[in-house]
Every structure is written in C-alpha cells, then in structure tokens.
C-alpha cells in the first residue's frame, strides 16, 4: 500500500502554512487530513469531544493523528449532552432499519456549525486562513450542516466575524470530500495509504465492536465494497 505521507520529499512542518483541521476519528475526517497534509500544510487537528455515544472515535483520532503527524492535536471537551436532541447525545436508540430520506435522530443540533466555529477561532488565534472539514453532500444522512450551502454560508460568515477576515484576510473553509461518494472516499484512503482500520465510523458500538447496522455502519461498508475493499 503506498505511504505518501511519508515521503522523504515530504517538506518538513515547520516549513508548511498552518491549517485547522475537524478530526472526528471517522473515515472522512482521516480522508481530509490526508489530503490537507498532500496539499502542503501543516495541521492543527481539533477532536470535540462532546460526550457522544460512539467515544470511542476519539481513540481512533489519536492514532490517525500519530499516524498523518499532525502538528499538534487538541481534544476539546463540548459536554453536549447537556442539550440532548440527537442520538448520540441522549438516550434515544440509534436507528438501525436503513438509510432514510429525512434528517435522521443521529443528527446533532447545529454541530458543525459549532465545531467549525470553533475550529475557525483557533485558525484566527495561530494565524492560519485554511479550515479543513470532511462533509459529504452525496453518501450522507441527510444532515443539512453537510450540504455546499453550509460551507459556502459560513465561509462567508467568517470573513465577517474575525480580526483577519475584517482587515481584509480571506478565510477560506476546505471542503474537498463535498462530492465524493463514499467509495470514492475509501479509494481515497487507498492511494494516500491510510488504512480504513484506523477510522471509526459506528454511531453505536457493540462491546468495542461496530454495530453493523447504523447509517454510518451501512454507508461505510457499502463504500469500502464498492472501493474493492472488504470492510
């Protein structure tokens, strides 16, 4: 399997522009970090820990965070079961029966819209203009902070709502998985030789183990076959 992200050529990181990258732990966060650090920038990964069900996706944005060599990873902790209204911050069962049409109870309120603003404050603070996020408009759950006009909306919203976007900087908010299928995302892994293992994707994990049956379980699986990959 090829190891891009150690290649020799590879510019050392205090020599690259900062970029802030959401790392979640899942498949699509790891995809993007790969492809921001292939794009010649230096990565500050930030990990929400919101006391979410499937926590153990924090373990796995460890690994992939010693694994990519990021230049420095913050796991933030949000406790945002405090607020409920999701699946995965209140004791509501996680749906098992397929992948729907409607917004699903796995949807978390407004969460990337809180989790890019927060990860747009700590650009502003270290001096970058790049944010790195892993949404997907095409195998999604139908979350509408996944959709380009999200991205687009806050892009705009940043360059009103810093010091760098009001004195005229350009904040610019990547989102390079917006239209990739899910296989797609898994050949993706592939030639930037990170192992889809490293990832966790389960929204409700079984003694350590994925479920199998989520929304995230069902798409993942479904791109990683398509990809040539078991799962």
């Not at 590879?10 to 492809?35: E, Q, R, T």
């Not at 796995?60 to 990519?68: H, K, N, S």
């Not at 079961?81 to 796995?106: C, H, N, W, Y």
């Amino acid at each position: 399997m090829p190891d891009l992200l150690e290649t020799p050529d590879l510019p050392d990181k205090s020599d690259l522009p900062l970029a802030v990258i959401l790392l979640s732990g899942g498949l699509d966060s790891m995809v993007c970090a790969g492809l921001a650090r292939e794009q010649g920038f230096a990565l500050l990964a930030l990990t929400i820990d919101y006391n979410q069900r499937h926590r153990i996706e924090l373990d796995a944005a460890r690994v992939i965070c010693e694994r990519i060599g990021v230049a420095r990873h913050v796991v933030l902790p949000m406790d945002l079961r405090q607020f409920g209204g999701s699946a995965l911050t209140a004791e509501i069962d996680v749906p098992k029966d397929g992948v729907g049409t409607d917004i699903p109870v796995t949807y978390v309120p407004a969460r990337n819209l809180v989790f890019l603003s927060l990860a747009l404050a700590w650009a502003e603070a270290a001096g970058s203009k790049d944010i790195f996020i892993g949404v997907n408009a095409l195998d999604y759950s139908g979350y509408p902070d996944c959709r380009p006009e999200f991205i687009d909306g806050f892009q705009s919203l940043a360059r009103v709502a810093t010091k760098f976007g009001t004195e005229g900087g350009n904040v610019r908010i990547h989102a390079p998985l917006q239209h990739l299928s899910k296989a797609d995302i898994a050949r993706e892994s592939f030639r930037l030789g990170l192992d889809p293992a490293m990832s966790w994707s389960c929204y409700d994990p079984q003694g350590g183990q994925p479920c199998g049956s989520c929304d995230s379980c069902r798409l993942r699986e479904a791109g990683l076959a398509e990809a040539g990959r078991v799962p």
